[in-house]
């Protein structure tokens, strides 16, 4: 999502160290970052218990870095904008996480997220039933891409017990999960196959989300971008 929808090229990763997919994020930055065109010129780690990201700010900000892209959870990634602000700091920004909270902070406008479910802003009648349990189940939570993620494993799931016949039971499941060829779930997943006894291999593709002017937007639409 970010070499579609940004020019720049310098890009630089900042990540958690508290999990293992905060390395993660890393490794695959410096696998396919110059495939996307770009050039990796800055990696970063800090803590999420860190009250401030100024030093890791100046540090990206000196390597020339001008799209910064993020791993943390998100109570740092709210505080990471604005600390990169205030250092005279405002590169373009991505993420692995986002939720309507990011509309508070101004540097993150034109910021992406890049989903392998829909994107939790888009309004339709996929996504009608989604929006209804949100507002009558969770009327004060910020809607974000987690949620998104959480309600297309229901709806797998949902299906896959639906076509059991007899006791549902852990291999039951699993039966009907392996009889899933390109399933999406009406829409709101990327196409997913399952293989029995073999792992998963997703396609290369994302729903966009973007931080707008205001409001989340989903600029393709149910549309999934792929490569």
């Keep these: ?10 890009l630089g990763v900042l990540v958690c160290v508290e999990s293992d997919i905060c390395p993660f994020t890393l490794d695959v930055a410096k696998k396919y970052a110059a495939s996307l065109g770009f050039k990796l010129v800055y990696s970063g780690q800090a803590s999420i218990a860190s009250p ?10 000196s390597a020339g870095v001008d799209v910064l892209l993020i791993q943390m959870e998100l109570n740092s990634m709210r505080r990471i904008g604005s600390q990169c602000g205030r250092q005279g700091f405002k590169p373009k920004y991505g ?17 992406p997220l890049g989903n392998q479910t829909f994107s939790y802003s888009h309004e339709g009648p996929e996504t009608a039933e989604f929006h209804k349990a949100l507002r009558q189940y969770a009327p004060n939570a910020s809607n974000g891409g987690y949620f ?3 309600w297309a494993a229901a709806k797998f799931f949902e299906k896959a017990v639906s076509q059991i016949e007899g006791p549902v039971t852990s291999a039951a ?13 009406g829409g ?10 073999k792992p998963t291999v997703p396609p290369f593709c994302v729903y966009v989300t973007t931080v707008g002017k205001g409001k989340i937007d989903a600029p393709l639409g149910l549309k999934p971008l792929c490569r």
């Design 173 to 185: 499941i699993l039966d009907q999960l392996w009889t899933f060829k390109n399933e999406t779930a």
């Design 148 to 150: 998104a993620n959480a």
């Design 95 to 111: 993420s692995f996480q986002q939720d309507v909270t990011f509309l508070q902070v101004p540097e993150y406008e034109g910021m």
């Design 52 to 61: 401030d990201f100024s030093a890791q700010c100046l540090s990206a900000k």
């Design 1 to 10: 999502a970010l070499a579609e929808t940004f020019q720049e090229r310098n």
């Design 188 to 197: 709101l997943t990327i196409p997913m196959t399952y293989t029995r006894d």
